[in-house]
């Protein structure tokens, strides 16, 4: 059967990537997660390029340092005692080192930091050429394994133009170290800022939101009945929304009345005419007056039928009415059981209240017409219940009349010709074969399914099921 959507305040998963807060959500998260990692990068390149001036600063002010306080004898002998003021230079390997070396003929001997136990190749000028002042750079290999960055520049000591060549080695390994742990700290404290800044989005869309979720629930309170419109103050932006939404259902309940009106005036103007036909042919009397009394009878019961289905139908799918199931069904088996005191009969109702979406008249003729079929045919029991159905996710709640009595019953082969207009199975009871059919046209209307099964009792079981308010 066609079923409406109940109302939840959580999103199935289904409907999440139809849902506009989670679109909104994940295009800003996804924006916020791209502009932190651009941002990553741009803080981490801007922190390499500033170490690495600094580094090449540092080594170029220890290079002119060294430069400074070296100086060679009257023998050619490399002199001075350099302190760069650099405690990692006096390191055993520390990959901080310099060293000094004769550059020219008439100059001997070196000097070198006490942290360079060992001798450091350099690569030859061929392969890594001086610049205009007589200084390079490059890279090598230190002693324990380290990547070095290398400043070197030929320096003329005297005037009798000889030249040493000086060298100072910092540990370019210690500096992609800092610059690691930088970028780890960085992208801790960026990660920690993000799901805070990501938080803070998704609860300020939520609530940004939050008057959509009132004008849901006010919806739902129309659908239900407990309201006649949107009432609230809702922001600029959802006002209109709003007055369109109680402009809708307006104009809906002024055509439901006049449909009404109109149905209402059209049995008042047929009543007339048909009960003027019904009196002529039962006073003419004879062949003639038998066939017009039944064609008058006839058309009444089938003007009838069909004006309900026109109430019906002007009715359904607009504002939803509300009607109370366990007191009409109690009221309905009390009448019933004083008209027909020799039959048993029974009621179970649920501990829980069910409210059917529908006009009280409705509900008590379908009743109407299964309680008297079922008295009409029982041998000496009927039986009534009324139970909940829950809705699974999605759908609409619903709940379930059966009326069952201890009768003959309809073989399964006969029960769609049962619910037939005028269509009687067995005509030795009295009736007009239209209770059942007008049943299923109520039914019908209201989206509901009627079953005709074979009871536990030996009779008929007739199963109704209609949807349900929450």
Same mark, same amino acid.
């Given at each position: ?50 170490? =690495? ?39 055993? $390997? ?245 008209? $027909? ?103 019908? =209307? ?25």
């Amino acid at each position: 059967m066609p079923t409406k959507p109940a109302v939840s305040n959580t999103p199935s998963l289904r409907s999440w990537p139809r849902s506009l807060a989670f679109r909104v959500i994940a295009f800003s998260t996804v924006w916020a997660i791209l502009t932190l990692v651009v941002i990553f990068i741009l803080i981490t390149t801007l922190y390499r390029q500033a170490s =690495e001036r600094g580094f090449d600063s540092l080594l170029s002010a220890h290079l002119f340092n060294l430069i400074g306080s070296v100086g060679v004898s009257e023998s050619g002998q490399l002199t001075g005692a350099p302190d760069l003021g650099d405690l990692r230079f006096s390191e055993p $390997n520390s990959g901080w080192y310099w060293s000094v070396e004769p550059a020219s003929e008439g100059v001997h001997g070196d000097l070198h930091s006490s942290s360079m136990t060992k001798a450091i190749p350099s690569p030859s000028v061929a392969e890594v050429p001086f610049n205009a002042s007589f200084q390079r750079s490059y890279s090598a290999d230190g002693i324990e394994g380290e990547q070095l960055e290398v400043f070197e520049s030929e320096f003329v000591l005297d005037a009798k133009n000889r030249a040493a060549r000086f060298r100072v080695m910092g540990n370019q390994t210690e500096l992609e170290q800092e610059i690691a742990t930088f970028q780890r700290r960085l992208l801790t404290y960026l990660s920690l800022f993000g799901v805070g800044m990501i938080a803070i989005n998704a609860i300020a869309i939520l609530l940004g939101l939050q008057p959509l979720r009132r004008v849901r629930n006010a919806l739902a309170m129309v659908r239900e009945g407990t309201a006649q419109r949107l009432d609230g103050r809702f922001p600029a932006e959802i006002e209109p929304l709003a007055n369109e939404t109680n402009a809708l259902i307006e104009n809906n309940r002024r055509i439901v009345e006049r449909s009404r009106t109109q149905v209402g005036n059209l049995a008042h103007s047929l009543k007339t005419p048909l009960a003027v036909l019904l009196n002529e042919g039962r006073a003419l009397g004879g062949a003639k007056g038998q066939l017009i009394a039944e064609q008058a009878a006839s058309m009444q019961k089938q003007v009838d039928h069909y004006l309900q289905r026109a109430r019906v139908a002007a009715q359904r799918d607009s504002v939803v009415y509300r009607t109370p199931v366990a007191p009409l069904v109690q009221r309905m088996v009390r009448v019933l059981q004083k008209l $027909n005191p020799r039959t048993a009969l029974s009621l179970s109702l649920p501990a829980t209240d069910i409210v059917f979406a529908g006009e009280r008249e409705d509900l008590e003729e379908l009743l109407g017409n299964l309680l008297d079929n079922a008295m009409k045919w029982a041998r000496s029991a009927v039986a009534v219940s009324v139970k909940p159905i829950a809705g699974r996710e999605g759908a609409a709640n619903l709940f379930e009349i059966a009326i069952e009595d201890d009768g003959p019953g309809i073989p399964e082969d006969k029960a769609r010709e049962a619910l037939q207009r005028g269509r009687r199975l067995d005509e030795t009871k009295p009736g007009s074969g239209l209770g059942l059919a007008i049943v299923a046209d109520l039914i019908n =209307e209201y989206g509901g399914v009627l079953a005709l099964e074979r009871s536990v009792m030996g009779g008929l079981k007739a199963v109704v099921r209609l949807r349900s308010l929450q």
